[in-house]
């Protein structure tokens, strides 16, 4: 999902990470900020050596991503359910600015179950912001275990067109068909907030990992890291 927002749909200048004409990324899900990192090295914004410094004292890359630690990094993740609130206001500011920028969002399906997301919903469809695109990791589990033992939030699609939004739902590891629905979010001429919502599994690609139960907090040992990247390797060289 970061590869095609940051390597397909997004407009922006690595070089100059405050472009106005930028269009803003807002990882709610601060937890993932490593895979943001990585979005962000690949695409110029810091070194990718940079990356080996993840969580260390005095890195720029903080174990949750945070603004202005990091170039690129646009809003302080960590305490979840704040990216589509803090996307509103930003999607108000840029309407003011008569931009035509847009604000990309990316939530966990955990954070579903908190209440400003759902404030912010509502409120997003009110002012008809058609510059928000949302996208949430729907992979079934969050911190605690599965989302259907937790809090069931299904059926995600009813609710969220019932909130009046514009919805897709999409295999999240597909890339050709994230490429779609990017697309189609981008060019939907309906005035009302977008979402896609990408059904996703943690560790896909690496059965051994995949398999596990607990994913939330996972800790490789080297040798199972060494082993994840063989099959990652082995099957992107397919
Ligand atoms: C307001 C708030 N409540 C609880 C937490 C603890 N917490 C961190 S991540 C997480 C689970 C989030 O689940 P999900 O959004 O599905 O993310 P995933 O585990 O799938 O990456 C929780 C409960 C938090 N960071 N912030
Ligand atoms: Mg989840």
């Keep these: 999902m970061l590869a095609v927002a940051f ?3 997004m407009r922006y200048r690595a070089d100059e990470p405050s472009w106005e004409g930028r269009d803003r990324f807002f990882l709610s899900a601060g937890h993932c900020g490593i895979s943001l990192y990585s979005a962000l090295a690949e695409a110029g914004f810091f070194p990718l050596e940079e990356l080996d410094t993840y969580g260390l004292d005095g890195s720029r890359l903080p174990m949750s991503s945070m603004w202005p630690y990091t170039p690129g990094v646009e809003m302080s993740g960590g305490s979840i359910g704040l990216g589509l609130p803090m996307a509103i206001g930003s999607a108000l ?5 008569k931009s035509d920028a847009f604000i990309y969002t990316m939530m966990g399906d955990g954070e579903l179950g908190e209440g400003p997301t759902w404030e912010a919903a509502q409120a997003a469809a009110h002012y008809h912001l ?6 949430v990791d729907v992979n079934g589990v969050q911190a605690d275990g599965r989302m ?4 069931c939030t ?5 609710k969220w067109a019932a909130f009046g939004w514009h919805v897709q739902r999409v295999d999240g590891n597909d890339i050709p068909a994230l490429v779609a629905a990017f697309d189609k979010a981008r060019e939907c001429t309906e005035p009302k907030p977008r979402i896609i919502l990408c059904d996703t599994r943690m560790g896909h690609g690496i059965p051994f990992i995949e398999a596990r139960e607990k994913l939330h907090f ?3 040992e080297p ?10 390797d082995a099957g992107r060289d397919a």
């Design 7 to 9: 390597f397909h749909a």
């Design 93 to 97: 500011g840029l309407r003011l600015k």
């Design 130 to 135: 058609s510059n928000i695109i949302a996208i």
């Design 148 to 151: 259907a033992q937790v809090l």
């Design 154 to 158: 299904e059926p995600l699609h009813d």
């Design 218 to 220: 996972i800790r490789l």
């Design 223 to 232: 040798k199972d890291w060494k082993r994840a990247v063989e099959v990652l």
